[in-house]
């Protein structure tokens, strides 16, 4: 049997964005700082990797949408975090970013990830913006990582 995945590696070469919502910018600087140091740990260069910020979780579909559409990047990380306890309109903000971040993913091909935390509390948001629960940010661009691996390979 032929088994067909990625790999954990960069060249150098892909031009990578993350695209940022700020709202609850203290966790998603977070994201953004886990997500750019796997980017770096796994062989990427920094000189091809652009920071995208946008208001907030809601906005980061059109961002990406627009990403895609300029035809500048390999890949695309999302981050963001929507949080319950502080809005009444979670449920709207972090379906929207959901579903706008897969159907941009599907239109255009290319490897997209989400790393927009949709948490109860800030609790919960802390604890996966780089302490007990890791860094979502970094585990989102992982997945493009390995995604891109996976494309190439499926390409030979
Ligand atoms: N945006 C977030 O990214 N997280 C939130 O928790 C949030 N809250 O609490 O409202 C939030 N709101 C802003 C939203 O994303 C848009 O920027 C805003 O509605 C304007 O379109």
């Known amino acids: 049997m ?8 960069l060249n150098g ?3 990578i964005a993350i695209i940022n919502g700020r709202f ?3 966790i998603t600087d977070r994201l953004v ?7 770096k740990r796994h062989g990427g260069n920094v000189e091809n990797l652009d920071l995208i910020l946008v208001p907030g979780a ?6 990406l949408k627009k990403a895609l559409e ?4 390999d890949a695309i990380c999302c981050v963001g975090a929507v949080i319950r306890g502080a809005t009444p309109h979670f449920d ?4 929207e970013a959901t579903k706008g971040i897969a ?3 599907m239109e255009f091909g290319k490897p997209v990830s989400n790393g927009v935390l949709t948490t109860d509390t800030i609790e919960q948001a802390i604890e996966r913006a780089g302490s007990k629960v890791g860094n979502k940010g970094a585990e989102a661009m992982i997945t493009i990582i390995e995604m891109l691996d996976l494309y190439s390979e499926m390409d030979k």
């Open 2 to 9: 032929n088994i067909i995945e990625g790999h954990l590696r």
């Open 13 to 15: 070469s892909e031009k």
């Open 24 to 26: 609850n910018h203290i």
């Open 33 to 39: 700082e886990g997500a750019q140091d796997a980017f």
């Open 58 to 63: 809601f906005e980061i579909p059109f961002a």
């Open 70 to 73: 300029s035809g500048k990047y």
């Open 92 to 95: 709207y903000i972090s379906a």
């Open 103 to 105: 159907s941009a993913t």
